[in-house]
């Protein structure tokens, strides 16, 4: 295949992981507007978002076992059709049920998305470059909670709500034609990204702990950094969007920058990641009020968890013990499982320890995932003897997932 024509197929999966996040994420920026055309509660608004992340965690799995025969170009395809569909319906939504159901249509395609859309795009280049075509996959969904989001609710907020949907919509219909056009048509088990370069379940399954405790740690602080710069930092309640605005272009800084160190050394990636997370957590947990050290910790806490995001998605392609599109379906599942845990977590600590203690609590969490991607060196190989539990976690069951 053509150098341009593979640069503009990753170009349209990374568009395809833009426009994902940025729909999972809009209800949060337009949850008044759209509570009050509605005539629902905020809460209930919210719960789009909830629901949304929940069918995620749940389908990842399962649904890549369902259609992992299925070539890529026919099926990011149709997922993209699927997307462009539901945000259409979403837009002309009369009832919450409606739209809701919409919702979770889109979740599902979200959580086959993901699933495959790593793999497809490592195939589109040699393996020596899968690190830096890992990170402008997961660009895509960095911008999107850099810029996507903030613009979308921006749109809406002038233009009403069901204008943000529409813009989505139509995008996805542009992102659509690239991807059916320049995607090659090839099967799920035929590339070099089709299963691990060096397969290992201990070290899968380690990967997959590291991926829930270290995002759990990011989520824990994150969802309370309003009332963080605010409550602590001392910056009034309108400096909120242009603090979040800085994290957000660090974060894709983060996720360009570890690309090159991906492709030398995934688990030193791994590693660097966490670590600074965890670090700048630690730091922020125990400042006073410094507005500028805040605001530059809170965003290199962003850099980090952005690199961190990419370096799993490039050590899925190395250690997955069968299929790389099932064992990233599993990692997929197991950071919403800690975007789950770390909004809770969070919640459960902030009535009656403060605000401080949700950044305390994330540089624990990523203090453990720190922990075991060290322990890491202490594993050893797997050895041919784990041949039959390799088998066990072939396509055809439940546990072997993205």
């Known amino acids: 295949m053509g150098r341009w024509r593979a640069v503009g197929a990753l170009i349209g999966l990374s568009g395809g992981t833009f426009l994902y996040t940025t729909a999972e994420a809009l209800p949060v920026g337009l949850l008044l507007p759209m509570a009050g055309d509605l005539s629902v509660s905020p809460p209930q608004v919210g719960m789009l978002v909830t629901v949304y992340g929940a069918v995620v965690m749940v389908a990842s799995v399962p649904l890549t076992a369902l259609v992992r025969r299925v070539p890529r170009r026919r099926l990011l395809s149709t997922l993209l059709l699927g997307f462009v569909v539901s945000n259409a319906i979403t837009v002309l939504a009369s009832t919450f049920t409606l739209l809701l159901t919409a919702r979770m249509v889109t979740a599902a395609t979200h959580a086959l998305f993901w699933a495959v859309v790593v793999p497809a795009a490592a195939e589109l280049f040699r393996p020596a470059l899968r690190g830096r075509v890992v990170a402008v996959v997961f660009a895509g969904g960095t911008v999107a909670l850099a810029l996507g989001v903030p613009a979308g609710t921006w749109l809406g907020e002038r233009a009403g709500w069901r204008a943000s949907f529409l813009a989505v919509a139509g995008l996805g219909a542009v992102v659509l034609v690239v991807v059916a056009t320049l995607l090659p048509s090839t099967r799920p088990e035929e590339g070099h990204a089709a299963r691990g370069a060096t397969p290992d379940v201990r070290r899968f399954w380690l990967l997959v702990a590291v991926a829930v405790l270290a995002t759990a740690g990011a989520i824990a ?11 602590i930092s001392g910056f009034s309640a309108s400096s909120v969007g242009a603090i979040l605005l800085v994290r957000g272009i660090a974060s ?9 160190l991906l492709d030398r050394s995934p688990w030193l990636a791994l590693v660097t990641t966490v670590a600074l997370q965890s670090a700048a957590l ?16 809170i965003a290199l806490a962003g850099l980090a968890f952005a ?7 490039g050590l899925v392609l190395q250690v997955a013990p069968g299929r790389s599109d099932l064992a990233a379906a599993t990692v997929s599942a197991a950071v919403n499982v800690g975007i789950t845990a770390g909004a809770f977590v969070g919640g459960l600590a902030l009535p009656s320890h403060g605000v401080r203690s949700t950044v305390l609590i994330g540089a624990l969490l ?10 890491e060196r202490t594993i050893r190989p ?5 041949d039959g539990r390799r088998q066990q976690y072939a396509p055809t069951t439940a546990h072997s997932a993205r």
């Open 366 to 375: 990523g203090a453990v995932a720190l922990v075991l991607a060290l322990s």
């Open 252 to 260: 894709v800084l983060g996720i360009l920058a570890i690309g090159a």
């Open 221 to 231: 602080p994150y969802t309370y950094v309003a009332l963080f710069v605010t409550e």
């Open 282 to 297: 630690v730091t922020l947990s125990i400042l006073d009020q410094r507005p500028s050290v805040a605001v530059g910790l």
């Open 382 to 386: 797997a050895s041919r003897g784990d």
């Open 307 to 313: 690199a961190f995001t990419a370096a799993l998605g």
